[in-house]
């Protein structure tokens, strides 16, 4: 009687589970592209891939955009022929059967397809470049033409251009500074007419390998006894992996608290004074240092910068930046080298003089005219043909700028030192000859 009594309970146990409640899986689900690109040109297409970390189980698919669930399932996700109103971040989850009912896993992080209407696009690594590193941007044009110059912009200042078919700019060694929005323009000639397209602007994103830390001072928690309290240094490491390492120092009034350690925290007995924490990665020469913080009834800081390590890399020997008179500070003597710093030290950068030159429309003989940065934005485009004349009143050929900007899409215990719119208001201005570079609408 029994065991007929354990057998009913288990048959009704998948009746006994709340209705519509879902069953979240320990697996995150990872979103990729595996064919095109982040950024695309409307009518082109993109493939994405989702996958779970789980051999053991067979998972279906689901798709988002947004907060919007999509009507596609399974492991590919295609948008065919895009449209501009597809712009967004896509997402997937893993969901799989179970006798207890679906069983979900957490949502990807996001994917954010942008797809542009315009004739330009300036293709940047999605993912931010570390300080030092090097990098290859591309201004790609709608279809395919012979190019005739190409320029790069970032904040709207010319910083590179460069003549011929080549449609790529180098950027070497790179620095903080280098981080803004970039855009290009490109030109190229049908007849006796020069079109000019400009892109939207991208972000390039550069960040420190090693991020100044900031201390935090906790003194009330559950894990924290009485009279004492917990010394937190948060920063940012941005090393590949496999990364090295890290070390983590304490001080109170320029007295080191205990040995270095892997942990970022420290517990130490509540005493005034003016805390600070070192972070160190020995393999890669790093080291920062955080702020000051007062505890108690300390009023002013005794405390004085430490001395500048030869591997600190804001001591590196004055750089002469490829794209611009870079330079950074000499290295700083301290009288004391067993003091911590009151603050950070920075390198002294300077920035290059913006090009005063006008670029808008380039022209195909001897007469020109100065050229300027990006124009303001205009979702339409326009034809401009050129009145100059040279001194023997032969005729110059005609300039066109066919839009002015596409798209507006919707060691360690004692070491101290240390927009884009449619296209189809483009086509109608466009010459003989240029049929193949009007897709159909979208």
């Known amino acids: 009687m029994n065991t007929v009594l354990f057998l009913l309970v288990l048959s009704t146990l998948p009746q006994l589970v709340v209705p519509g409640a879902p069953h979240k899986a320990s697996f995150r689900a990872v979103v990729e592209i595996v064919s095109g690109d982040s950024r695309i040109f409307s009518e082109e297409s993109v493939r994405l891939k989702c996958s779970v970390s789980d051999n053991r189980s067979t998972w279906d698919y689901l798709w988002f955009r947004g907060s919007e669930k999509l009507p596609q399932r399974g492991e590919h996700f295609v948008l065919w022929r895009a449209h501009v109103k597809q712009s967004g971040k896509y997402y997937c989850q893993g969901v799989r059967d179970s006798v207890v009912g679906d069983i979900y896993t957490s949502q990807s992080l996001p994917v954010e397809i942008n797809v542009d209407g315009g004739w330009a696009i300036l293709q940047v690594p999605p993912l931010p470049t570390l300080v030092g590193e090097s990098l290859e941007v591309t201004c790609r044009v709608r279809g395919t033409l012979q190019l005739r110059q190409v320029i790069l912009y970032k904040d709207g200042v010319e910083v590179m251009r460069q003549n011929g078919l080549n449609p790529r700019f180098s950027l070497t060694h790179l620095t903080v500074a280098d981080r803004g929005m970039y855009s290009c323009r490109a030109s190229w000639d049908i007849g006796r007419r020069t079109h000019s397209v400009i892109s939207v602007d991208t972000l390039l994103q550069v960040v420190e390998v090693l991020s100044e830390p900031i201390l935090e001072i906790v003194t009330v928690g559950d894990l924290i006894p009485a009279k004492m309290m917990r010394l937190n240094c948060h920063h940012q490491y941005n ?23 892997s942990e970022n925290h420290d517990l130490v007995r509540q005493t005034p ?42 001591t590196r020997a004055p750089l002469i930046h490829p794209r611009g008179p870079w330079t950074q500070a000499p290295p700083i003597s301290s009288p004391d080298p067993s003091l911590p710093p009151a603050s950070e030290p920075t390198a002294a950068l300077l920035s290059p003089h913006p090009s005063t030159a006008t670029p808008t429309f380039i022209q195909t003989t001897e007469a020109s005219t100065p050229t300027s940065g990006p124009p303001s934005s205009q979702p339409e485009p326009s034809t401009v043909p050129s009145t100059a004349q040279s001194l023997n009143k032969t005729t110059i050929p005609e300039t066109v700028d066919i839009m002015k900007e596409s798209g507006d899409m919707p060691e360690d215990n004692v070491d101290m030192s240390g927009e884009s719119g449619d296209m189809s208001g483009a086509c109608g201005d466009m010459p003989e000859g240029s049929g193949d570079m009007c897709p159909d609408s979208p």
């Open 239 to 261: 090393a590949p992996a496999p990364a090295p390492p890290v070390h983590y120092y304490f001080f109170r009034n320029n007295m080191k608290l205990g040995t270095a350690t």
């Open 273 to 314: 004074g003016w805390y600070t924490c070192k972070v160190r990665v020995p393999e890669l020469g790093l080291i920062r240092w955080s702020e000051p913080k007062s505890f108690g009834q300390e009023t002013e800081p005794q405390m004085t910068k430490p001395p500048i390590h030869p591997r600190d890399p804001w």
